[in-house]
Nanobody, 124 residues
């Protein structure tokens, strides 16, 4: 069993930056990738970013490319999401997921474990 805990959410102004963290604990195994998804009120889940455990593979959703950066610390089983130039449309609950595979995926249903989510609110 794997337990994921997100942190770092909050309320900011448009143009501000925020960094989310996700810590994986339990039986994480040695081969996995992690990703971030978000869900705004009344909307579907949206892929944000994903990274392999060794950091060599990364992928981003189109709406965050150039503004968000995903990184990982394999020794700590942590993944980070640096969010810059935040916009009101970035407001959502952000979820961290773990996918037991070495490749990254944008498919939410492929992830095996999820955190409880952290709220990010960006005001104009």
């Amino acid at each position: 069993q794997v337990h994921l805990v997100e942190s770092g959410g909050g309320s900011v102004q448009a143009g501000d930056s925020l960094t989310l963290s996700c810590t994986a604990s339990g039986n994480t195994a040695s081969r996995y990738s992690m990703g971030w998804f978000r869900q705004a009120p009344g909307k579907e889940y949206e892929f944000v970013a994903a990274i392999s455990r060794d950091g060599r593979l990364r992928d981003y959703g189109n709406s965050v490319k150039g503004r968000f950066t995903i990184s990982s610390d394999s020794a700590k089983n942590m993944v980070y999401l640096q969010m810059n130039s935040l916009k009101p449309e970035d407001t959502a609950v952000y979820y961290c997921g773990l996918h037991i595979a070495t490749w990254v995926t944008t498919n939410r249903h492929a992830y095996d474990y999820w955190g409880q989510g952290t709220q990010v609110t960006v005001s104009a």
